[in-house]
């Protein structure tokens, strides 16, 4: 049984709600993923899956709990970005979200709407709609921390198949960074991380010359992804 809390402080309690920022890529095109609020205020509009904590919640617990509710997106890791509190954010009163995001592959999901939530679904990060509350502002800064993140963690391969070539690893790069990248640059800084293995096997029924696939040295991979890495892109 748990213990009655004898102490009550004076001040207010804002509403705590956690929202998250889900990319995925496709082909050549990084994706984000949104849903259509079913309910008021800005009921139709495109938002971030989220809701509100419960009382004894944790706020990671939270995030994926409502990401799973409202897009059927589970196992996922996902990390804190930044807590927003304008005091106007919400119409409905003081609420303060923590948002999240995290990388995925596509193909692994199957995205189905719930809960509030009328339809889930991707946009490439060129063509977001308006979106509810203040979400607008939590793409920008979940975009511009993947930029900045993918320099100095491989978080880039988060998106890739098992076997991949170099030119699917240069296309995710140039998707995130939104800029073209210089082919030979771009593999030789990738060949100085040590991080990928050739494998004797490559493309099959290509216009072009086909190219090799490769593979993450996962031992290395793992390594980098806790002590990071750094090359300019």
Known sequence: MTPKNNYCYDYPRPALT??????????????ILLIKRGIEPFKGHAALPG??????????????????????????????L????????????????????ALVKREDYIVIAG??????????????????????????????????????QPVGFELLPEKFTLSDLQHIYEAILQKKLDKRNFRKKIDKTELVI?????????????AYY????????????????????
């Open 18 to 31: 956690v929202d998250c920022v889900i990319f995925g890529y496709d082909a050549s095109d990084l994706k």
């Open 51 to 80: 809701g509100f904590v419960r009382e004894h919640e944790t706020l990671d617990s939270a995030a994926k709990r409502e990401l799973m509710e409202e897009t059927n997106v589970s196992n996922v890791f996902i990390e804190q």
């Open 82 to 101: 930044y807590t927003f509190g304008n005091p106007g954010r919400d119409p409905r009163g003081r609420v303060i979200s923590t948002a999240y995001f």
């Open 198 to 210: 050739r494998l004797n096997e490559k493309e099959k029924g290509v216009a072009h010359r086909a």
């Open 214 to 233: 490769y593979k993450f040295d996962k031992k290395k991979y793992e390594n980098a992804l806790k002590k990071g890495i750094y090359f300019e892109i």
């Open 115 to 152: 809960d509030d939530a009328a339809k889930a679904r991707w946009y490439s990060v060129g063509a977001i709609p308006p979106l509810a509350f203040d979400h607008a502002e939590i793409v920008e800064m979940a975009l511009n921390r993947l930029k900045g993140k993918i320099r100095y």
